[in-house]
């Protein structure tokens, strides 16, 4: 998560990530692979921070969309 600011308040945040994991179902009582399932979502939203004490503390409300595909293994 990237936040855009460096004071107490609201700010704009950003989100990227990648992850990719083997899709399988059962058929007929067997195991099949569908292939490799990948996921990269883009996020958008808003954080709000405060700081005490030393401490940072952020909550972000992110949302967006997520390019996803699956392919033969």
């Known amino acids: ?3 855009l600011r ?3 308040g609201f700010g ?3 989100g990227l990530s990648w992850f990719s994991t083997v ?6 009582g067997q195991q099949e692979t569908l292939g490799k399932l990948n ?3 883009v996020l958008f939203g808003a954080s709000y921070g405060r700081q005490f004490s ?3 503390w952020d ?4 949302g ?8 033969d293994t």
């Not at 899709?23 to 007929?28: G, N, S």
């Not at 909550?59 to 992110?62: A, G, N, Q, Y």
């Not at 967006?64 to 392919?71: E, H, K, L, P, S």
């Open 59 to 62: 909550v972000s409300l992110v």
């Open 54 to 56: 030393g401490v940072k």
């Open 64 to 71: 967006g969309y997520a390019f996803v595909n699956i392919r």
């Open 6 to 8: 460096r004071t107490n």
């Open 1 to 3: 998560m990237i936040r």
């Open 39 to 41: 996921i990269r979502p």
């Open 23 to 28: 899709a399988r179902t059962t058929v007929a």
């Open 12 to 14: 704009f945040a950003m």
